[in-house]
T-cell receptor
Framework: GQNIDQPTEMTATEGAIVQINCTYQTSGFNGLFWYQQHAGEAPTFLSYNVLDGLEEKGRFSSFLSRSKGYSYLLLKELQMKDSASYLC??????????WGAGTKLIIKP | GAVVSQHPSRVICKSGTSVKIECRSL??????MFWYRQFPKQSLMLMAT?????????EQGVEKDKFLINHASLTLSTLTVTSAHPEDSSFYIC?????????????FGPGTRLLVL
């Protein structure tokens, strides 16, 4: 079966760095996405990785290792507004997104 | 970035009525749109894949006669919840596949919160 695993909840301090991991097992691979979702809102796109390596975009970076079925989202200089759920999703061979359950990130002052 | 709109953003209806939700891609053409629902504190669940000019593909367990999907144009897909019941109360989110850029991605609408009384 297809499976996406990520931690349920993480806590970090304002100004610090946090890494949210995601491991996956899917039928085919056409890219991995990270989305941010604030409570009560639809997800917003953060990053897309299809090749191995690190993609940096401002305070957010995303890493992919296809051989290990592993990705992480790195958030630097954390701000209170970064408190949200972070969803990892893999696009399978049918170009459909397989979603992880999301990681709730709590930022403390 | 690309924009996807949904209308209405919030709807309250009586049990037994039908509700139509529209999803529009505003600055790109989307041959494929997806409909999701999300219950509180749970992950997104794909309901169906909407293909322009053809019948939608429904996920297992989703009743196609209850959740009618029409993808009438390259920028519009509609989801109609027929004979809505309180258990249909949920957050419905659409997304549209954009293949026009260097990489394919999906953009989400803002969601529609449905409350059935």
């Amino acid at each position: 079966g297809q499976n996406i695993d990520q931690p349920t909840e993480m806590t970090a301090t304002e100004g610090a760095i946090v890494q949210i991991n995601c491991t996956y097992q899917t039928s085919g691979f056409n890219g991995l996405f990270w989305y941010q979702q604030h409570a009560g809102e639809a997800p917003t796109f953060l990053s897309y990785n299809v090749l191995d390596g690190l993609e940096e975009k401002g305070r957010f970076s995303s890493f992919l290792s296809r051989s290990k079925g592993y990705s992480y989202l790195l958030l630097k200089e954390l701000q209170m507004k970064d408190s949200a759920s972070y969803l990892c999703a893999v696009m399978d061979s049918n170009y459909q997104l397989i979603w992880g359950a999301g990681t709730k990130l709590i930022i403390k002052p | 970035g690309a924009v996807v709109s949904q209308h209405p953003s919030r709807v309250i209806c009586k049990s037994g009525t039908s509700v139509k939700i529209e999803c529009r891609s505003l600055d790109f053409q989307a041959t494929t749109m997806f409909w999701y629902r999300q219950f509180p504190k749970q992950s997104l669940m794909l309901m169906a894949t909407s293909n322009e000019g053809s019948k939608a593909t429904y996920e297992q367990g989703v009743e196609k006669d209850k959740f009618l999907i029409n993808h009438a144009s390259l920028t519009l897909s509609t989801l109609t919840v027929t004979s809505a019941h309180p258990e249909d109360s949920s957050f419905y989110i659409c997304s549209a596949r954009d293949i026009s850029g260097e990489q394919e991605t999906q953009y989400f609408g803002p969601g529609t919160r449905l409350l059935v009384l």
